[in-house]
């Protein structure tokens, strides 16, 4: 798994990639939560996973719970296939903000 984080337009991009599973799970988790609690909106880009399990999707799940507490945007960015597909069946894509590109993302958020 890949990991790196910028920022854009004032939000942070993290972008993420390879394979988030149970083994990746906690360290992505950990990545999202510290993000969030550094304020910003934030934009999850998934164009390189190449796999996501329940796990994965779980760290996801919570991240958005966190940030929409805090106030705070949390959407998702060039979504895999391979991924988009998991968030279809669990009907996830209807509770998480998806975006085609950055571009769009950046201009959605304002």
Do not use: N, W
């Not at 890949?2 to 950990?30: F, M």
């Not at 399990?53 to 805090?70: F, H, P, T």
């Not at 979504?79 to 069946?89: G, H, I, P, T, Y």
């Amino acid at each position: 798994m890949s990991e790196a984080v910028r920022e854009e337009q004032g939000r942070l991009v993290i972008e993420l990639g390879g394979e988030i599973d149970l083994d990746r799970a906690p360290e992505v988790r950990k990545l999202l939560l510290d993000c969030v609690g550094r304020g910003r909106d934030l934009l999850v880009d998934l164009s390189q996973v190449t796999y996501i399990d329940s796990s994965g999707i779980a760290s996801l799940v919570e991240a958005l719970q966190r940030a929409d507490r805090a106030g705070l945007g949390l959407g998702l960015v060039s979504v895999s296939a391979e991924a988009l597909r998991v968030f279809e069946l669990a009907r996830l894509d209807k509770v998480f903000a998806i975006h085609s590109d950055l571009g769009s993302a950046l201009a959605a958020a304002g």
